[in-house]
T-cell receptor, first 115, second 114 residues
Framework: KQEVTQIPAALSVPEGENLVLNCSFT??????LQWFRQDPGKGLTSLLL?????REQTSGRLNASLDKSSGRSTLYIAASQPGDSATYLC??????????????FGKGTKLSVIP | DGGITQSPKYLFRKEGQNVTLSCEQN?????MYWYRQDPGQGLRLIYY???????QKGDIAEGYSVSREKKESFPLTVTSAQKNPTAFYLC?????????????FGSGTRLTVV
């Protein structure tokens, strides 16, 4: 059964710092990996989607990398801002049989950016 | 703009009562999902549906029921058999093969037992 782990569980950094969030998964047979952001009491907002054949994706100050063979992904946030404070969730998609796909989540990293 | 609408935002349930959470999407996605989120536990899959009039149990389906009569709608009923229903519920949708497009989530419904 696929398991997704995110380290650290919480992170506090001063404004302007670059930071890296880590995600690891146990089964490398994935279709894609998606990073989400969740603000308190809100739904999930998709940040980046990396196909299994890709190594990285970039959007603005965010860069996500994927090393499928080692079961790892990182989310790099450049020049962090207080508005980046949120919980970041990593999720992997794998085929679960009978035409179905399973999305498995990590428990998230809670980021606080201190002004 | 296309998206997923969940209602209500907050819902209160009395002991022994059934309640229904609404999820509507206008993304023309084939597949829809319900997740439950508890503090410290991450998201867990309750039910999912790949096509109209068909749905499958997820990891924690006991005490819940769903229907998929229309492509756009996937309501979740929390029955009295669900002993600990207080949680944040999230609905999501995707294309039949999500590998190129990923998942889209709604804004969630917070259910509280009173």
């Amino acid at each position: 059964k696929q398991e997704v782990t995110q380290i650290p569980a919480a992170l506090s950094v001063p404004e302007g710092e670059n930071l890296v969030l880590n995600c690891s998964f146990t089964d490398s047979a994935i279709y894609n990996l998606q990073w989400f952001r969740q603000d308190p009491g809100k739904g999930l907002t998709s940040l980046l989607l990396i196909q299994s054949s890709q190594r990285e994706q970039t959007s603005g100050r965010l860069n996500a990398s994927l090393d499928k063979s080692s079961g790892r992904s990182t989310l790099y946030i450049a020049a962090s801002q207080p508005g980046d404070s949120a919980t970041y969730l990593c999720a992997v998609v794998a085929y679960s049989g009978a035409g179905s796909y399973q999305l498995t989540f990590g428990k998230g990293t809670k980021l606080s950016v201190i002004p | 703009d296309g998206g997923i609408t969940q209602s209500p935002k907050y819902l209160f349930r009395k002991e022994g009562q059934n309640v229904t959470l609404s999820c509507e999407q206008n993304l023309n996605h084939d597949a829809m999902y319900w997740y439950r989120q508890d503090p410290g536990q991450g998201l867990r899959l309750i039910y999912y549906s790949q096509i109209v009039n068909d749905f499958q149990k997820g990891d924690i389906a006991e005490g819940y029921s769903v229907s998929r009569e229309k492509k756009e709608s996937f309501p979740l009923t929390v029955t009295s058999a669900q002993k600990n229903p207080t949680a944040f519920y999230l609905c999501a949708s995707s294309r039949q093969e999500p590998s190129n497009y990923g998942y889209t989530f709604g804004s969630g419904t917070r259910l509280t037992v009173v």
